[in-house]
């Protein structure tokens, strides 16, 4: 129940094109939604967070969705640039504790 | 940069020794979280502190300890080390309770031959 299920394990997209990553979870008790950002040889990085209260949360190029109901929430890159390809890990956590964290998606963009 | 330093970048060790890797909060974080991550196993919560006091264990091997000192750096020390305890070890600071927000530092990097 502390799981969460991230999708795809990689993915490649065009210069340009919208990326699009997915997360499940079951922990209905999970009250903070981060996503992550690592790139080679780096600590994951706070890209954009979302609680259970908005559907939706825009930053730049950046949007997380999220679904209650279903227990799910993506992440949506748009415009997606090559400086964008790193590795990229959505995670969950309830009342300030530990993360829990996807397995992480491999993303490309190729020029 | 994150504003977590962590000590040292690398570490090359033989089976069955003892290492200490070290982590310096964010200024005014109280909290300190550890993570192993590896490639089978993705990002793994080991451990959390808070102000000097173990607040929450994870999936930390008996042969792991932690310990947050009074200037709240803390030191996460692995012995009788194994082939698989080889990962990338990271610390994760946050600001006095209720913010969820975890700022990660670079990792150190621990391979045991």
């Known amino acids: 129940q502390q799981q969460v299920k991230q999708s795809p394990q990689s993915l490649i997209v065009q210069k340009g094109g919208i990326s699009i990553i997915n997360c499940a979870y079951e922990n209905t008790a999970f009250d903070y939604f981060p996503w992550y950002q690592q790139f080679p040889g780096k600590g994951p990085a706070l890209l954009i967070a979302?609680?259970?209260?908005?559907s939706e949360k825009k930053e730049g190029r950046f949007t997380i969705s999220f679904n209650k109901s279903a227990k799910q929430f993506s992440l949506h890159i748009m415009d997606s640039q090559p400086g964008d390809s790193a590795t990229y890990f959505c995670?969950?956590?309830?009342?300030?504790?530990?993360?829990?964290f996807g397995q992480g998606t491999r993303l490309t963009i190729n020029p | 940069d994150s504003g977590v330093t962590q000590t040292p970048k690398h570490l090359i060790t033989a089976t069955g020794q003892r290492v200490t890797l070290r982590c310096s909060p964010r200024s005014g974080d109280l909290s300190v979280y550890w993570y192993q991550q590896s490639l089978d196993q993705g990002l793994q919560f080991l451990i959390q502190?808070?102000?000097?006091?173990?607040?929450a264990k994870g999936n930390i091997l008996e042969r792991f300890s932690a310990q947050q000192f009074p200037d709240l750096h803390s030191e996460l020390n692995l012995s009788s080390l194994e082939l698989g305890d080889s990962a990338l070890y990271f610390c994760a600071s946050s600001a006095p309770t209720g913010t969820d927000t975890q700022y990660f530092g670079p990792g150190t990097r621990l391979t045991v031959l």
């Open positions: 995670a969950a956590s309830t009342r300030a504790q530990k993360l829990v």
């Open positions: 502190y808070y102000n000097g006091e173990e607040r």
């Open positions: 979302i609680r259970p209260d908005v």
